[in-house]
Protein backbone atom coordinates (compact mmCIF):
# COMPACT_ATOMS: atom_id res chain seq x y z
CA UNK A 1 0.00 0.00 0.00
CA UNK A 2 1.22 3.57 -0.42
CA UNK A 3 -0.49 7.00 -0.53
CA UNK A 4 -1.51 8.21 -3.42
CA UNK A 5 0.69 10.43 -5.37
CA UNK A 6 -1.02 13.39 -6.50
CA UNK A 7 -2.25 14.11 -3.00
CA UNK A 8 1.37 13.91 -1.72
CA UNK A 9 2.96 15.84 -4.48
CA UNK A 10 0.43 18.55 -3.42
CA UNK A 11 1.36 18.20 0.01
CA UNK A 12 5.01 18.20 -0.71
CA UNK A 13 4.44 21.82 -2.41
CA UNK A 14 2.82 23.05 0.70
CA UNK A 15 5.27 22.03 2.83
CA UNK A 16 8.37 23.31 0.71
CA UNK A 17 6.21 26.63 0.41
CA UNK A 18 5.60 26.85 3.79
CA UNK A 19 9.29 26.59 4.25
CA UNK A 20 10.17 29.30 2.05
CA UNK A 21 7.23 31.71 3.48
CA UNK A 22 8.89 31.20 7.20
CA UNK A 23 12.54 32.11 5.73
CA UNK A 24 10.96 35.49 3.38
CA UNK A 25 9.08 36.85 6.41
CA UNK A 26 5.85 35.74 5.30
CA UNK A 27 4.61 34.03 8.45
CA UNK A 28 0.65 33.74 7.75
CA UNK A 29 1.16 32.31 4.57
CA UNK A 30 4.11 29.85 6.45
CA UNK A 31 1.21 28.96 8.78
CA UNK A 32 -1.71 28.05 6.10
CA UNK A 33 0.90 26.00 4.27
CA UNK A 34 1.78 24.40 7.03
CA UNK A 35 -1.66 23.54 7.91
CA UNK A 36 -2.68 22.52 4.11
CA UNK A 37 0.56 20.12 4.09
CA UNK A 38 -0.97 18.17 7.12
CA UNK A 39 -4.30 18.10 5.74
CA UNK A 40 -3.42 16.73 2.36
CA UNK A 41 -1.24 13.76 4.05
CA UNK A 42 -4.46 12.89 6.34
CA UNK A 43 -6.20 12.99 3.55
CA UNK A 44 -4.02 10.89 1.44
CA UNK A 45 -3.46 8.49 4.61
CA UNK A 46 -7.76 8.32 4.25
CA UNK A 47 -7.40 7.31 0.66
CA UNK A 48 -4.83 4.88 1.09
CA UNK A 49 -7.06 2.97 3.76
CA UNK A 50 -10.34 3.21 2.96
CA UNK A 51 -11.01 4.82 -0.82
CA UNK A 52 -12.50 7.96 0.29
CA UNK A 53 -11.21 11.16 2.59
CA UNK A 54 -13.28 13.08 4.42
CA UNK A 55 -14.65 16.12 4.17
CA UNK A 56 -13.10 18.63 6.65
CA UNK A 57 -10.58 20.88 7.16
CA UNK A 58 -10.15 19.98 10.76
CA UNK A 59 -6.85 17.81 11.72
CA UNK A 60 -8.24 16.93 14.46
CA UNK A 61 -10.74 15.67 13.07
CA UNK A 62 -8.99 14.05 10.44
CA UNK A 63 -7.38 12.30 13.33
CA UNK A 64 -10.55 10.89 15.12
CA UNK A 65 -11.52 9.31 11.86
CA UNK A 66 -7.93 7.25 11.76
CA UNK A 67 -8.74 6.29 15.32
CA UNK A 68 -12.11 5.33 14.63
CA UNK A 69 -10.56 2.63 11.49
CA UNK A 70 -8.83 1.42 14.26
CA UNK A 71 -5.07 3.41 14.58
CA UNK A 72 -3.35 4.35 17.22
CA UNK A 73 -3.16 8.30 17.49
CA UNK A 74 -0.98 9.81 19.57
CA UNK A 75 -1.95 12.36 21.85
CA UNK A 76 0.72 15.02 20.93
CA UNK A 77 -0.47 14.77 17.54
CA UNK A 78 -4.08 16.03 18.60
CA UNK A 79 -2.01 18.96 20.42
CA UNK A 80 -0.25 19.39 16.78
CA UNK A 81 -3.81 19.53 14.97
CA UNK A 82 -5.36 21.64 17.38
CA UNK A 83 -2.95 24.17 16.85
CA UNK A 84 -2.56 23.74 13.35
CA UNK A 85 -6.33 23.91 12.12
CA UNK A 86 -7.20 27.48 12.63
CA UNK A 87 -4.31 28.85 10.21
CA UNK A 88 -6.82 27.34 7.18
CA UNK A 89 -9.17 30.20 7.82
CA UNK A 90 -7.24 32.61 10.22
CA UNK A 91 -4.31 33.05 8.03
CA UNK A 92 -6.42 33.94 4.50
CA UNK A 93 -8.36 36.50 5.79
CA UNK A 94 -7.82 40.29 6.38
CA UNK A 95 -8.86 42.03 9.55
CA UNK A 96 -8.52 41.39 13.17
CA UNK A 97 -6.85 38.36 14.17
CA UNK A 98 -6.83 37.06 17.56
CA UNK A 99 -2.77 36.35 17.20
CA UNK A 100 0.31 37.68 15.53
CA UNK A 101 1.97 35.95 13.02
CA UNK A 102 5.63 36.04 13.87
CA UNK A 103 8.59 33.59 12.82
CA UNK A 104 8.17 32.13 16.09
CA UNK A 105 4.94 31.04 15.76
CA UNK A 106 5.78 29.96 11.58
CA UNK A 107 8.69 27.66 12.93
CA UNK A 108 5.82 26.07 15.40
CA UNK A 109 3.37 25.18 12.63
CA UNK A 110 5.82 23.89 10.34
CA UNK A 111 7.17 21.72 13.25
CA UNK A 112 3.87 20.18 13.98
CA UNK A 113 3.15 19.67 10.10
CA UNK A 114 6.32 17.71 10.30
CA UNK A 115 5.33 15.54 13.08
CA UNK A 116 2.42 14.77 11.60
CA UNK A 117 4.01 14.11 8.16
CA UNK A 118 6.28 11.55 10.04
CA UNK A 119 3.69 9.97 11.83
CA UNK A 120 1.62 8.97 8.86
CA UNK A 121 4.58 8.05 6.99
CA UNK A 122 6.00 5.58 9.74
CA UNK A 123 2.31 3.98 9.50
CA UNK A 124 1.92 3.73 5.82
CA UNK A 125 5.56 2.21 5.95
CA UNK A 126 3.92 -0.35 8.54
CA UNK A 127 1.05 -1.42 6.24
CA UNK A 128 3.49 -2.11 3.11
Known amino acids: MELPREWIEKAEVFLKDSLRHLREGVYWLACFDAQQA ?3 Y ?3 FHVMLTGVHPFS ?3 VELLDFLKDIGL ?3 KKLYTY ?3 LTPHYTMARYPGRKPLKYNRELAKRCLKYAKEIIKWVKKEVSKKS
Open 81 to 83: ADA
Open 42 to 44: LKA
Open 57 to 59: HDL
Open 38 to 40: AEL
Open 72 to 74: KVP
